[in-house]
T-cell receptor, first 111, second 115 residues
Framework: LAKTTQPISMDSYEGQEVNITCSHN???????ITWYQQFPSQGPRFIIQ???TKVTNEVASLFIPADRKSSTLSLPRVSLSDTAVYYC????????????FGAGTQVVVTP | KAGVTQTPRYLIKTRGQQVTLSCSPI?????VSWYQQTPGQGLQFLFE???????NKGNFPGRFSGRQFSNSRSEMNVSTLELGDSALYLC??????????????FGEGSRLTVL
């Protein structure tokens, strides 16, 4: 399984855009990139998933360059409730059941 | 559609005891995975079950075991509890379509405290 590297922490103010970049140099051809969000004492929650270029949903955007060796999660206009740990993972097919989570990125949003 | 359900949500045990945690996956999901989360080690993969068979296993001692039933419900057991087993135990299920995109759906977890 591809290993991922992301910053340990990021601070932001309410209303700003937060961009978290994840490196996955050994990503396989059939791997997808997925981001999860976790609040304290809760299970991680799916945010967004993509394979290449750009994916956008109602909460975030995911930018993936052509070489797919990195990806950037963009959270527009964050609020206090976006304070959480964000995990970047890569996998595919039947590999979703054995995902290895890294340390994640602790995002702290302040007023 | 009901989410992943874990029971019990909280429990307290003493060293040397054993514990069994239960997980009911989302209907139709055949893959169930278990994770241990502690402040020091983060989220660590324990094992994954698919169609009643352990398909993948993380790096945990044999005191940690699990099983999956024909209805995809899963249980995990920890024997001879140690203080270090205090953690949030998370269960996740996935559809497992065999290829392409996928997603893990997590339960709220079982918070185990070992005294």
């Amino acid at each position: 399984l591809a290993k991922t590297t992301q910053p340990i922490s990021m601070d932001s103010y309410e209303g700003q855009e937060v961009n978290i970049t994840c490196s996955h140099n050994n990503i396989a051809t059939n791997d997808y990139i997925t981001w999860y969000q976790q609040f304290p004492s809760q299970g991680p929650r799916f945010i967004i998933q993509g394979y290449k270029t750009k994916v956008t949903n109602e909460v975030a955007s995911l930018f993936i360059p052509a070489d797919r060796k990195s990806s950037t999660l963009s959270l527009p206009r964050v609020s206090l409730s976006d304070t959480a740990v964000y995990y970047c993972l890569v996998g595919a097919g039947s590999g979703w059941g054995k995902l290895q989570f890294g340390a994640g990125t602790q995002v702290v949003v302040t007023p | 559609k009901a989410g992943v359900t874990q029971t019990p949500r909280y429990l307290i045990k003493t060293r040397g005891q054993q514990v069994t945690l239960s997980c009911s996956p989302i209907s139709g999901h055949r893959s169930v995975s278990w994770y241990q989360q502690t402040p020091g080690q983060g989220l660590q993969f324990l094992f994954e079950y698919f169609s009643e068979t352990q398909r993948n296993k993380g790096n945990f001692p044999g005191r940690f075991s699990g099983r999956q039933f024909s209805n995809s419900r899963s249980e995990m057991n920890v024997s001879t509890l140690e203080l270090g087993d205090s953690a949030l135990y998370l269960c996740a299920s996935s559809l497992d379509q065999g290829q392409g995109a996928g997603e893990l759906f997590f339960g709220e977890g079982s918070r185990l405290t070992v005294l």
